[in-house]
């Protein structure tokens, strides 16, 4: 039976690597598939992995009804066999409606990879709607690392280093990379504590103090 997978983990863990994987793997023996995107890291109509691998895809505009493109595309002698969305963390609800309409009426496996909360350890929409949804949730296995060597758990978007837990949801970025606005993954602890890889140097480690009551 066809289905809904939603493919999740922090930053840094992974997706974008086996989505082209799953792309590979079913290209390799003859199926075609429909790769969906939304403002990967290498620009517009790109799905890439840090790992410098990158396939051309289709963008997803602000009210693209999915579904009727999947129907478009078949209805004018094009082929799917399957479908990825990639950064499915910024599509819309109901565009994960309509990724859902497509398994269902279309037959269709679709392969959505995504973060499920963002920086302020939120869920995105998107994210939201697909654990809602889905037929499979798949937490990735390849752990992303804190700074502190812990397993990373939550997304950080950082500004000259130092974490930010305030302004829109989507900025588009990088983990570890050079500009002002970057991301970082943490665990939940120095997440909670906004200790990032450069403010570590200057906080303390120590557990927080507990608060004591004077009789």
Same mark, same amino acid.
Request: aromatic fraction near 6%.
């Given at each position: ?63 693209? *009804?999915?579904? +009727?493109?999947? &129907? @478009?595309? =078949?209805?004018?002698?094009?082929? #799917?066999?399957?479908?990825?969305? !990639? ?9 994960? *409606?309509?990724? +859902?309409?497509? &398994? @269902?009426? =279309?037959?269709?496996?679709?392969? #959505?990879?995504?973060?499920?909360? !963002? ?24 752990? #992303? ?71």
């Amino acid at each position: 039976m066809p289905e809904l997978v939603f493919f999740s983990g922090t930053m840094d863990c992974g997706k974008s690597t086996l989505a082209l994987q799953i792309e590979h793997n079913r290209s390799a023996r003859g199926l075609a598939g429909m790769i969906f995107t939304r403002d990967d890291r290498a620009g517009e109509g790109k799905l890439s992995s840090r790992l410098g691998l990158v396939t051309d895809a289709v963008e997803v505009e602000d009210g693209q *009804d999915l579904y +009727a493109y999947l &129907v @478009d595309h =078949l209805s004018q002698g094009g082929r #799917a066999d399957y479908v990825i969305a !990639d950064e499915a963390q910024f599509l819309a609800p109901e565009q994960i *409606d309509q990724l +859902a309409r497509v &398994v @269902d009426d =279309l037959g269709l496996d679709v392969y #959505a990879f995504g973060i499920t909360t !963002d920086f302020r350890s939120k869920l995105f929409p998107g994210s939201q709607r697909l654990v809602e949804l889905a037929d499979r949730i798949e937490v990735l296995q390849v752990e #992303a690392l804190c700074w502190c060597g812990a397993r990373a758990t939550h997304n950080a978007r950082t500004i000259g280093g130092a974490m930010v837990v305030e302004g829109a949801q989507v900025v588009v970025g990088d983990v570890n990379q050079s500009d002002d606005i970057g991301y970082e993954v943490l665990c939940r602890r120095h997440h909670r504590r906004r200790m990032t890889a450069a403010t570590s140097g200057s906080a303390a480690l120590s557990p927080d103090v507990l608060p004591v009551s004077q009789s």
